[in-house]
Nanobody, 115 residues
Framework: QVQLAESGGGLVQPGGSLRLSCGVSGVTFSLSVMNWYRQAPGKEREWVARISSSGAITTYADSVKGRFTVSRDNAKNTMYLQMNSLKVEDTAVYYC????????WGQGTQVTVSS
């Protein structure tokens, strides 16, 4: 049984930083492409970032490019999202997902950017 668990969310002021983590079990993590998504109140879930199985290739949504960095530690079965220069519009529940077509999602972690 595949399990994904996000952590690291919280309340931060505009311009601040947070690092999210996504722990994965029940699957060979080092063979898995991983994604971050987010869903703001009243909006559809949107894709944020992707990282290849080795970590060598990363891609980002235009809205976060240059501010967010996705990384992974395959020895720890964990993916990360470093979020810098946070904006109010980054407020959302952040989810990690294994792959892009399956149904392996975490439960989400709330990120609130507010002064």
């Amino acid at each position: 049984q595949v399990q994904l668990a996000e952590s690291g969310g919280g309340l931060v002021q505009p311009g601040g930083s947070l690092r999210l983590s996504c722990g994965v079990s029940g699957v060979t993590f080092s063979l898995s492409v991983m994604n971050w998504y987010r869903q703001a109140p009243g909006k559809e879930r949107e894709w944020v970032a992707r990282i290849s199985s080795s970590g060598a290739i990363t891609t980002y949504a235009d809205s976060v490019k240059g501010r967010f960095t996705v990384s992974r530690d395959n020895a720890k079965n964990t993916m990360y999202l470093q979020m810098n220069s946070l904006k109010v519009e980054d407020t959302a529940v952040y989810y990690c997902r294994r792959g892009s077509a399956g149904n392996d999602w975490g439960q989400g972690t709330q990120v609130t950017v507010s002064s």
